[in-house]
């Protein structure tokens, strides 16, 4: 059974922890293990990948800060001040695999704040120059509480087989929608990425404000992307029965139907 949270009231509190995107290994091994006993004791023994919801003031967030930083897209960024103005107003979906004690992969979606989003942020300077708050016009969305950014999405190398992002985004995709009323989702995506999310599992993003994709930071091209969740829903739920090969139509069927809805724990009370 997945667990979900009460949707929190923004709140002006501050960070309460010092986010931290360097721990030593034993640091890591420490909070992973801590992590793992914490938040999935009550799901089954039967579940080795699980995906677990974090937020932005709990100290296993520091364990998704140090796989982001360690991911080969942001390996030599300064993810710490990249994120600073949005730290209080993220939160982290974090997989990792209990039989080895280790995380795996992490989402981190940004929330509406005083400080904006980092992706509409990006999007009004080079290459891409979309007028600010043209994205909102194009996508009539006006009330940026049902927005999340798509900040960062990295799974370790070698639990690159699909599976691990496949839960990942059925864990955003069900607490947006379940939990945090979210009808909008905005990303900066690589284009290998991006191929994968859409034509295997069948993810419906368009270009974000019209946008073109293009040569992006260490992306040989990146596409600024938006998705409106009903439709991704109804795209997904589409797939299922088309014909596309098992393979992708079982990635659909578990996006739209949660087949492993019983390794997911969204118990923040973040």
Do not use: C
């Not at 992490?106 to 007028?131: C, K, Q, W, Y």
């Not at 990942?168 to 995506?189: M, N, Q, T």
């Not at 994709?213 to 439709?231: C, I, K, M, N, R």
């Amino acid at each position: 059974m997945t667990m979900l949270p009460m949707k929190r009231e923004p709140s002006e509190d501050t960070i309460q922890i010092e986010p931290k995107y360097k721990l030593s290994l034993e640091e890591l091994n420490r909070l992973t293990n801590e992590l793992i006993a914490d938040k999935t004791k009550s799901i089954s023994e039967g579940h080795r990948l699980v995906t677990v919801e974090v937020g932005s003031d709990e100290i296993y967030s520091n364990v998704a800060r140090h796989i982001e930083q360690n991911l080969a897209f942001f390996k030599e960024d300064d993810l710490e001040s990249e994120f600073k103005p949005y730290e209080s107003a993220s939160r982290f979906f974090i997989s990792v695999d209990r039989r080895e004690g280790k995380a795996t992969g992490v989402i981190r979606v940004i929330e509406n704040s005083p400080a904006g989003f980092e992706t509409p942020h990006d999007l009004s300077n080079p290459p891409f120059n979309i007028a600010e708050g043209e994205w909102m016009k194009q996508h009539d969305i006006t009330d940026l509480d049902k927005v999340w950014d798509i900040a960062s999405l990295g799974v370790l190398p070698e639990y690159q087989n699909g599976f691990v992002s496949l839960q990942l985004f059925r864990a955003v995709y069900k607490s947006a929608v379940e939990v945090h009323d979210i009808e909008h989702f905005v990303a900066l995506i690589d284009k290998n990425a991006l191929g994968k999310l859409e034509n295997f599992f069948g993810v419906a993003f368009q270009p974000l404000a019209g946008s073109t994709g293009a040569p992006y930071h260490h992306s040989e091209w990146t596409q600024p992307v938006y998705g409106h969740l009903p439709d991704m829903y109804l795209t997904a739920n589409h797939r299922m029965d088309a014909p596309i090969g098992k393979a992708a139509s079982r990635a659909a069927e578990v996006l739209v139907m949660g087949a492993n809805d019983g390794s997911l724990v969204l118990d923040t009370e973040n």
